[in-house]
């Protein structure tokens, strides 16, 4: 038994939110202390078989936290220290945000899964930019940049424009119009639309520069996305984001929440649809959804994605997770008789 494990109902007593407040002010309490240094130690797995390069950076390890866990980049060094091999920061918007109305966040312990509805809460460009000038970590640090809830969708451009130009110190972008807790965010994933926003930002020298895609988007509606990433010559494409679906089979009793539904529900569709993009494009592809252990990660190392990255897990799994993953994929690289992580990318196809 691990050590979150018996932590585990005491903090599941809290409200999601609360306890993760909680979790956040002890990793920022951590941060840039000996602690730091005696956690790393405890948790990174170094091996070179583990170390991706792309995306302009080397990654460490494939294994990174997803946007939405550290909104505001106030702990990038210790979840680094946690093991993991990146962390995406935000989605951070031009203006400070406090977001929908709590409660916005609930377990479904029964399925392993988490529905959120925050709205974008964050501290704003200016304030995380600055954290990102100052900041000392190990590992890249990608940055999920978010439209504004004030701002119409005919001014996302310079939205989102605002943005980049004071988060700039992040070693790669990401933008996102697919989060649902946005009213009309979603909208901009048409191609007209998303072709302006990326466009705006690539010419503004974004670079690296990827989009995230919905897991609700129709086939077509991902192809015409990815014509966008190829016509633009974007850099990647993170898959996927929360669903606003809801599977007939969830237990938990705050399935008829509204808002994104993430974690074990949404894996398979994940990996599902991280294949169908590895079929249409060459570009890297982070893998996000629904990914608790080493074989779950491992899927969607072979079905096409070069990253993979986890929020939920965090959750329900505790602050293990990266080394618990890292140590799974280096057994299943002997196992099928891989000389890295990159070798193992896109096996599948």
Same mark, same amino acid.
């Given at each position: 038994?691990? #050590?979150?494990?018996?932590?585990?109902?005491?903090?599941?007593? $809290?409200?999601?939110?609360?306890?993760?407040?909680?979790?956040?002010?002890?990793?920022?309490?951590?941060?840039?202390?000996?602690?730091?240094?005696?956690?790393?130690?405890?948790?990174?797995?170094? &091996?070179?078989?583990?170390?991706?390069?792309? $995306?302009?950076?080397?990654?460490?390890?494939?294994?990174?936290?997803?946007?939405?866990?550290? /909104? %505001?980049?106030?702990?990038?060094?210790?979840?680094?220290?946690?093991?993991?091999?990146?962390?995406?920061?935000? =989605?951070?918007?031009?203006?400070?945000?406090?977001?929908?109305?709590?409660?916005?966040?609930?377990?479904?312990?029964?399925?392993?899964?988490?529905? %959120? @509805?925050? =709205?974008?809460?964050?501290?704003?460009?200016?304030?995380?930019?600055?954290?990102?000038?100052?900041?000392?970590?190990?590992?890249?640090?990608?940055?999920?940049? =978010? /439209?504004? /809830?004030?701002?119409? %969708?005919? &001014?996302?451009?310079?939205?989102?424009?605002?943005?980049?130009?004071?988060?700039?110190?992040?070693?790669?972008?990401?933008?996102?119009?697919?989060? #649902?807790?946005?009213?009309?965010?979603?909208?901009?994933?048409?191609?007209?639309?998303?072709?302006?926003? $990326?466009?705006?930002?690539?010419?503004?020298?974004?670079?690296?520069?990827?989009?995230?895609?919905?897991?609700?988007?129709?086939?077509?509606?991902?192809?015409?996305?990815?014509?966008?990433?190829?016509?633009?010559?974007?850099?990647?494409?993170?898959?996927?984001?929360?669903?606003?679906?809801?599977?007939?089979?969830?237990?938990?009793?705050?399935?008829?929440?509204?808002?994104?539904?993430?974690? /074990?529900?949404?894996?398979? +569709?994940?990996?599902?649809?991280?294949?169908?993009? *590895? +079929? @249409?494009?060459?570009?890297?592809?982070? =893998?996000?959804?629904?990914?608790?252990?080493?074989?779950?990660?491992?899927?969607?190392?072979?079905?096409? *994605?070069?990253?993979?990255?986890?929020?939920?897990?965090?959750?329900?799994?505790?602050?293990?997770?990266?080394?618990?993953?890292? @140590?799974?994929?280096?057994? @299943?690289?002997?196992? &099928?008789?891989?000389?890295?992580?990159?070798?193992?990318?896109?096996? &599948?196809?």
């Amino acid at each position: 038994m691990k #050590p979150y494990d018996l932590l585990k109902p005491l903090l599941f007593r $809290l409200d999601a939110e609360t306890a993760h407040g909680l979790g956040h002010r002890l990793l920022e309490a951590m941060q840039g202390t000996p602690l730091e240094r005696v956690v790393a130690d405890h948790y990174t797995v170094v &091996d070179s078989r583990l170390r991706v390069e792309t $995306l302009g950076c080397a990654f460490p390890n494939p294994i990174g936290v997803a946007a939405g866990f550290d /909104k %505001n980049a106030t702990a990038p060094a210790a979840l680094a220290a946690l093991g993991f091999g990146h962390v995406e920061v935000g =989605g951070v918007t031009a203006e400070p945000q406090a977001g929908n109305p709590r409660p916005r966040m609930f377990r479904l312990p029964e399925d392993d899964a988490l529905i %959120n @509805r925050m =709205g974008f809460n964050n501290d704003g460009a200016d304030v995380v930019g600055e954290r990102l000038a100052e900041a000392d970590c190990r590992v890249p640090i990608g940055v999920n940049i =978010g /439209k504004s /809830k004030s701002t119409p %969708n005919e &001014d996302a451009e310079e939205d989102y424009l605002y943005t980049f130009e004071r988060v700039g110190a992040g070693e790669y972008f990401v933008v996102n119009v697919s989060s #649902p807790n946005t009213p009309g965010l979603r909208e901009l994933q048409q191609r007209d639309r998303l072709e302006s926003i $990326l466009g705006t930002l690539a010419d503004a020298g974004a670079d690296p520069l990827l989009v995230k895609l919905s897991p609700d988007l129709t086939r077509a509606a991902v192809e015409d996305a990815l014509g966008v990433v190829e016509d633009l010559d974007l850099d990647g494409v993170i898959a996927t984001n929360t669903t606003t679906g809801r599977p007939p089979w969830l237990r938990g009793d705050h399935a008829d929440e509204t808002g994104g539904l993430s974690g /074990k529900p949404i894996e398979d +569709e994940s990996t599902r649809l991280i294949r169908f993009i *590895a +079929e @249409r494009t060459e570009k890297p592809i982070v =893998g996000v959804g629904g990914v608790t252990d080493a074989e779950g990660a491992y899927e969607k190392i072979r079905a096409g *994605a070069s990253l993979v990255q986890l929020y939920t897990g965090l959750v329900y799994e505790g602050p293990s997770i990266a080394r618990d993953i890292n @140590r799974g994929l280096l057994e @299943r690289l002997e196992r &099928d008789g891989f000389d890295s992580i990159e070798d193992a990318v896109g096996a &599948d196809l």
